[in-house]
């Protein structure tokens, strides 16, 4: 594995693997940090003499190198990608895997621009999908044809919240020969590892929890599969939408705390979905460390807490549900998630507009938080008064 060199002994431990995996000291300096490397090209000894096989920032880059071992690392992977962003890193993974003719089996809840891609991009090259609720993986089995070449799954999801089971549906995928491919964005590796569980390849955007400071856009693609991690590498360089090294380095730095950031994510998104579930004007909550979500025992299972995503309904309609979203003060009005600042949004009309008369459209009633790492308390204000308490 890629911390061999500055992780003592087999220290496999998430928090110690996410300082340390690919952070080498830079040989020249001993500079503890990985530096920016920023750089397109690299001077060869003589033709052909590469130094340490840099040739072109397209084909590799140190700084993104050191991320791509990171990410690998805390997947469980053996070949970690980085992208520029998320889509990129889904539009390559499904040139890697698809050709016309061939069906994907796809979420009824899902980031809308992944919905997009299929529906408005991938479909026009001859890529058939279905929409099922893959939740239930029986509904995910009566979906698959002799053509289903993928199972793409989010979970939890965006911005439902559903939970499926990884491992029942890596069982399915298995039987059928076709590949399970996981998008881990709302759990990250802390929380929830999806190539334990079974899966083959893992998608990040590591603009939300990975970067987890609202300052970067990117994606990540981590796979076990040597074989097929070898095939993406030569997408990622051959469609040519890898992550820049600065990056590379922002999301290599938001990465340290991540495990810090999770476990504060989790707690504050806990009291406040507490909160909204006793809530007059609150009709529904979805979050997946509510006992009484439906998914809560496979949460409980396979993910080690529950996130800082939560959705939930108001009582009197979309416009009820725009006035919550405009009255928060100290929740920002915006898209995205994943950060330590707390966002607040309208996915009807904001993420996932899109998604509007699909199988994916939300509800009209539905707001949308991503709870950051303040302090709870003030978060608890802020959404009582924005529900007019
Ligand atoms: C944001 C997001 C994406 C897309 O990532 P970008 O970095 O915005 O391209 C994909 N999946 C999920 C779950 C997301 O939240």
């Known amino acids: 594995m890629s911390d061999e060199h500055n992780t003592p002994g087999a220290v496999r431990s998430f928090e110690t693997l996410a300082i340390h995996a690919g952070n080498t000291a830079d040989p020249l300096t001993g500079a503890v940090v990985p530096p920016i490397y920023q750089v397109s090209t690299y001077k060869q000894d003589g033709v052909g003499g590469l130094r340490g096989g840099y040739e072109y920032s397209r084909s590799a880059n140190p700084t993104r190198t050191a991320l791509e071992e990171n990410l690998a690392a805390l997947e469980g992977g053996t070949r970690g990608l980085a992208f520029a962003s998320g889509l990129a890193a889904e539009d390559c993974l499904l040139r890697t895997l698809l050709v016309p003719g061939d069906h994907v089996v796809i979420p009824n809840d899902a980031y809308g621009g992944t919905f997009r891609l299929f529906a408005k991009v991938v479909s026009r090259w001859g890529v058939e999908f279905s929409v099922a609720d893959t ?5 995910v089995r009566a979906a698959l044809t ?17 939970i499926t089971d990884i491992a029942a549906l890596a069982d399915i995928a298995r039987t059928a020969g076709v590949k399970l491919v996981v998008d881990n964005t709302f759990a990250s590796p802390y929380l929830q590892q999806p190539l334990a569980l079974g899966a083959d390849v893992v998608v990040h955007s590591t603009t939300k929890y990975m970067g987890g400071h609202s300052d970067v856009v990117g994606g990540a693609l981590v796979t076990g599969d040597a074989a097929l991690g070898e095939e993406l590498a030569y997408h990622q360089n051959a469609m040519g939408a890898v992550a820049g090294p600065f990056d590379a380095w922002l ?17 504050n998104a806990t009291r406040i979905a507490e909160m909204l579930t006793r809530h007059p004007r609150v009709t529904q909550v979805l979050y997946p460390g509510l006992p009484e979500h439906p998914g809560h025992e496979i949460a409980a299972k396979q993910m080690r807490a529950f996130g800082g995503m939560i959705s939930f309904r108001v009582e009197g309609g979309e416009q009820a549900a725009v006035d919550v979203c405009n009255k928060a003060k100290l929740f920002t009005l915006g898209e995205s998630l994943g950060g330590v600042e707390s966002l607040i949004e ?21 707001v949308r938080l991503s709870v950051g790492i303040e302090a709870a308390d003030d978060l608890l204000a802020d959404l009582r008064q924005a529900l007019g308490d």
Request: charged content about 25%; cysteine-free.
């Open 135 to 139: 939740s239930d993986p029986a509904a």
């Open 146 to 162: 002799d053509r289903t070449k993928v199972i793409w799954v989010e979970t939890p999801s965006n911005p439902l919240l559903g």
């Open 251 to 267: 999301v290599l730095r938001g990465i340290k705390t991540l495990a810090v950031r999770m476990d504060r994510h989790s707690e």
């Open 346 to 366: 309208h996915p009807g009309r904001m993420t996932h507009a899109s998604a509007a008369n699909s199988p994916l459209e939300v509800p009209a009633d539905l």
